[in-house]
């Protein structure tokens, strides 16, 4: 048994005692219990079980509640919630944005959806979300802001129009930096905030220093309505503008199917916003016992020779998925295969963005961070029984 083999099965030892069981062990799995029970049954039995009814609202004030956020708009997926964002901050056919190359595919498929050209630029440890240095610098070589406002790229001629960082497992970026280099280049800012829900920065919760932001609630977020997303602004006609193009841009009236632009069928159903609501009583607990176990899962590897992710300065992480870095791919891969073997799930992180086949021809920044965690970082067991 090799150095790795043997660090693998101390692992698992320690994971299956943190749980206590020897049973299969997966990387996360939502909390349900009765009040969830509950208010799906009430909202099955009132009937109003699709986009109208009580629970909607309600489930966007308690977001909107907990995180600060002046307005909350509920959607259907953290996708939608993305897309929406970048049709409210204006992108069209052939415009750029600018995101990070470590992040999740949907972040990049939003863009797309806008017939955008994503720009990937590099993250930066220990946030692993987007370096301010890395936009500041590719946008100081290629970019410029015309008489008219608009920054523009000077090699391709088009729009720069938006940036979307991401907080990548919770942990948050350094938001307020990269929200002056968008000032200074004319750009919306666009939070993909979607596994930040329960984290803050200097105070402030992630998704309120940009223009928009997103939220996800899938199964494997930190509070989960089955699918879910939100929309957060500061902006009341953002906000409205949001929840009109959300409902198919149907223009209100007794009787009258009359939409007076191109809208979108993403609003969240009742069904789902009241699981939300029932969850969200519960995620003070969660972020709480989340944070605990990170701290368990710290002192652990803090006696051993590998680095453990913890929150970058300045940050209160929800830790949604905890996270290690290994010494190089040949090791990681050994770890994801001895774990897994085992009974406890483990997986890398997402492959880059321009190492996938949609994405391989954007534009791109030096890479060297982004590559050198997706070699190396793994995810272990992060949900917690509370």
Not at 42 to 49: E, I, L, N, Y
Not at 73 to 80: E, P, R
Request: glycine share 8%; charged share 25%.
């Amino acid at each position: 048994m090799n150095q790795t083999d043997r660090f693998a099965r101390l692992l698992i030892d320690f994971v299956r005692a943190e749980y206590g069981t020897d049973e299969f062990v997966p990387l996360h799995v939502p909390r349900l219990g009765e009040r969830e029970r509950e208010l799906v049954s009430d909202a099955v039995a009132s009937s109003f079980v699709s986009s109208v009814g009580r629970y909607g609202g309600e489930f966007e004030e308690a977001v909107a509640g907990y995180t600060g956020a002046p307005f909350a708009v509920a959607v259907m997926n953290g996708t939608a919630a993305l897309h929406l964002c970048l049709v409210l901050a204006g992108v069209q056919r052939d415009d750029e944005v600018i995101t990070q190359a470590m992040t999740f595919v949907a972040t990049c498929n939003a863009i797309r959806y806008c017939h955008a050209h994503p720009v990937l630029v590099d993250i930066e440890r220990p946030a692993l979300g987007m370096s301010p240095d890395s936009l500041e610098d590719w946008l100081e070589a290629n970019a410029e802001v015309g008489d008219d406002g608009l920054c523009r790229n000077r090699a391709t001629g088009r729009v720069i129009r938006a940036c979307v960082p991401m907080h990548s497992f919770g942990h948050p970026v350094r938001i307020e930096r990269i929200a002056a280099i968008c000032r200074r280049f004319g750009l919306v800012l666009i939070e993909d905030a979607a596994e930040s829900l329960g984290s803050f920065y200097r105070g402030e919760h992630t998704g309120l220093v940009g223009d928009l932001a997103a939220l996800s609630f899938n199964g494997n977020k930190i509070i989960t309505t089955g699918g879910g997303g939100m929309i957060l602004t500061r902006s009341e006609a953002l906000a409205e503008r949001a929840r009109h193009l959300s409902t198919t841009a149907k223009v209100g009236h007794r009787w009258e199917y009359f939409h007076d632009e191109v809208g979108y069928n993403y609003r969240m159903p009742a069904l789902n916003a009241a699981l939300g609501c029932a969850q969200m009583e519960a995620l003070p607990n969660f972020v709480a016992a989340k944070r605990a176990l990170a701290e368990r899962y710290r002192k652990w590897f803090s006696e051993s020779d590998y680095e453990f992710v913890a929150e970058p300065e300045g940050a209160e992480s929800n830790y949604w998925l905890n996270a290690f870095f290994a010494r190089d791919r040949g090791e990681r891969d050994e770890l994801l295969e001895v774990t897994n073997d085992a009974g406890v799930m483990t997986r890398p992180v997402w492959v880059p963005m321009n190492q996938l086949p949609a994405f391989e021809g954007c534009q791109q920044a030096e890479l060297a961070v982004s590559e050198w965690i997706s070699e190396r970082l793994i995810n272990i067991p992060s949900w917690v029984s509370e």
